[in-house]
């Protein structure tokens, strides 16, 4: 008898789906999308060996860079029951990144969700050893992430992949004004120099 309650209650979900235009189905479905990037340092474009690049969410989803400073986040996919909605939206993900000789650094990348396709994506992370080790409050990875703007601002073309990264960056929250203009104002620069540049989000 509890079964078919059971049933008769799933009956009654999937018909709302089919009325309320979503479309239940069992499909493949990318948990973890794949990661791909390079680490070096920012004084002297070197390979940074050994650093561990961590979801800042998940620090199950990690791996480490090798003699090249290069990595590779695997993906992981599953078979699940998914109800397709008529709507999708952007995932942000960050990617904390660390080594004994260098301040944390701090990537992001974007996806589009529900994940029900492979969507590789590629980040270029420099490292400084030369960053205020305390963030400004309320402003998570302050310091890191106003000296790679700097640093992307003084070079003369910025790869596509960093400057996806950076977009990413300005939507973690931050509280502290003067930081956040500071920010604001060197992405912008960064952005509007750019072809075909990512349109900057409303704050």
Do not use: K
Not at 143 to 148: A, C, E, K, L, P
Not at 175 to 191: A, H
């Amino acid at each position: 008898m509890a079964r078919a309650g059971q049933g008769w209650r799933m009956g009654l979900v999937l018909a709302a789906a089919w009325l309320s235009g979503c479309v239940p189905m069992i499909t493949d479905m990318w948990h973890v999308q794949p990661v791909t990037g390079r680490v070096f340092a920012a004084e002297g474009d070197t390979p940074v060996v050994g650093a561990q690049v961590v979801n800042m969410d998940n620090a199950d989803i990690t791996a480490s860079t090798g003699a090249t400073g290069e990595f590779a986040i695997e993906s992981r996919v599953s078979t699940d029951f998914y109800i397709a909605m008529p709507a999708s939206h952007m995932r942000n993900e960050y990617w904390v990144v660390r080594h004994q000789a260098y301040q944390d650094a701090v990537a992001g990348t974007a996806t589009l969700a529900p994940p029900r396709w492979e969507q590789a994506r590629e980040i270029t992370v420099p490292m400084f050893d030369d960053i205020a080790t305390e963030d400004a409050q309320g402003c998570r990875f302050a310091g890191y992430r106003i000296r790679v703007a700097e640093y992307w601002l003084a070079q003369e073309v910025v790869p596509e992949q960093a400057l996806n990264s950076l977009v990413v960056l300005g939507e973690l929250p931050c509280t502290d004004s003067p930081t956040q203009q500071r920010w604001r104002s060197l992405l912008e620069r960064i952005v509007s120099a750019q072809p075909h540049a990512p349109q900057f989000p409303n704050p």
